[in-house]
């Protein structure tokens, strides 16, 4: 029996109805199964659950159904750039149910290889652990998480074979593989189909076993490969954020490895020194030696939020998203630099929403302040109403307890104390005592390292 269709239409035939529970690939822009989420989107089904890291933006991969209103709920890990989104939840259009995303990645890994459950230290003490079972290990305590199936899974792959053996290309591989195993029916489509056996099958990242439809596909968008050179043509970055960025940068050592997150954080790969070598690795899948050569086809904006791949940077591995999210819970990342909506004196961090009013998502967030041992909170000393950042307690839902080792700001360094408590540790130039004191919401004792 031949796996192959020859084209998307034709391969979801028979597999389409009302209530689907369906999980797509791709991280951001990347590896999305374009031409299958454009034909579930003409079929007209609605009632869908969809699942994925992230519902693409609004004119492009899964925010296709959203904009049709096909979707009744979604699981994902990050609403980021889809304002359309964002706005049917803030009104209750649609269901969310945010997941962590390395427990999104684990959880569809888990579904696939028939798994129920397991335990994670993510997001233990949060919003999103609310009514979970806790247990205690080793001392620390863990949430449970219940695995994920889906009715139809679709994924994007570079190569595939007949017998549905594919291979994916660097970044795009993100959640294709795990997507893949957790579908009763698997669809795949690929840019190059080929004969069983051209295949070098030490190459293989998903076996046949798992696709039971494949196709292949033409004329994709491809709207993430850009050139760009050290930041996106055109855009000049706030001075304050570039500050922080730079001082930031200074708290790498060589040999480390590195996660950068979405925002002010990104622009740290800027500012490491040329003689360090550090290690960068980023959730979509990818581990890469900084800093980033001048002539590299790579923005590390666009790369975080999986708008871009990698094409040459030296020493770098490629890998799922499940595995780069095993690295961080097992402790193999030395350093995190976040942005913060919000900090708190005891270490607690907020930034993934603001709640009736902004629903970002947690991202790979939560994983990061659970899995690796030291985190740094970099953001703008108040907010644009003036309001104080820095406070005895985090207003907002929080994305960790008591995780932030340090904060920067464009004004000072704070280092947070073993069992709660701010001191201050430098004083941006021209910065004063008093400043510092009428612009942070909380008190802190005073040991001065230096004055930058």
Avoid at 319 to 338: E, K, Q, Y
Avoid at 353 to 376: I, N, Q
Wanted: hydrophobic share 40%.
């Amino acid at each position: 029996m031949t796996k192959v269709y020859p084209d998307a239409v034709t391969a979801l035939k028979g597999l389409l109805r009302h209530g689907l529970t369906i999980a797509a690939g791709g991280f951001g822009l990347c590896g999305i199964p374009e031409k299958l989420i454009s034909a579930i989107r003409d079929s007209g089904i609605n009632d869908l659950t969809i699942i994925g890291n992230n519902a693409g933006v609004d004119d492009f991969g899964m925010g296709l159904l959203l904009q049709s209103r096909q979707v009744r709920k979604v699981l994902a890990s990050y609403v980021g750039e889809n304002k359309e989104f964002e706005r049917q939840v803030l009104s209750g259009e649609v269901d969310l149910e945010l997941v962590p995303q390395g427990t999104l990645a684990e959880r569809i890994r888990a579904g696939g290889a028939g798994i129920p459950a397991f335990y994670t230290r993510t997001a233990v003490g949060t919003l999103l652990s609310t009514a979970r079972e806790t247990r205690v290990f080793d001392e620390k305590e863990y949430v449970m998480e219940p695995a994920i199936r889906a009715d139809l899974a679709l994924v994007k792959a570079w190569k595939g074979d007949r017998s549905g053996n594919l291979i994916y290309r660097k970044t795009a591989r993100n959640f294709n593989p795990m997507i893949a195993t957790c579908g009763k029916i698997t669809i795949a489509e690929v840019e190059e189909l080929v004969e069983i056996g051209q295949l070098d099958p030490d190459q293989i990242h998903t076996p046949g076993i798992y696709v039971d439809r494949i196709l292949h596909g033409t004329g994709y968008e491809k709207r993430i490969e850009i050139r760009t050179v050290q930041g996106v043509p055109g855009k000049k970055e706030a001075p304050a954020r570039e500050q922080i960025a730079r001082r930031a940068a200074q708290e790498l050592s060589d040999g480390f490895c590195v996660n950068l997150g979405i925002g002010i954080p990104t622009l740290v790969a800027n500012f490491i020194p040329p003689a360090l070598q550090v290690t960068l690795q980023s959730e979509n899948g990818l581990l890469g030696i900084g800093p980033f050569p001048t002539d590299a086809d790579v923005d590390p904006d666009l790369i975080n939020a999986g708008k871009q791949t990698i094409t040459n940077l030296p020493g770098s591995a490629f890998f799922s998203s499940a595995d780069s999210f095993a690295m961080i819970r097992g402790g193999h990342i030395d350093l995190s630099i976040l942005g913060a909506l919000e900090v708190a004196a005891n270490g607690d961090i907020a930034n993934w929403m603001v709640p009736g009013k902004m629903v970002k998502g947690p991202g790979g967030a939560m994983d990061l302040v659970a899995g690796v041992p030291r985190v740094v909170a970099v953001m703008e000393h108040c907010a644009k109403d003036g309001t104080p950042k820095i406070l005895a307690r985090c207003t907002l839902p929080i994305t960790g307890r008591g995780v932030v080792n340090r904060i920067i700001t464009e004004l000072a360094v704070f280092d947070v104390l073993l069992g709660g408590g701010l001191v201050l540790r430098e004083l941006s130039h021209g910065v004063t005592l008093d400043q510092i004191r009428a612009k942070t919401g909380c008190p802190f004792t005073i040991s001065l390292e230096s004055r930058g």
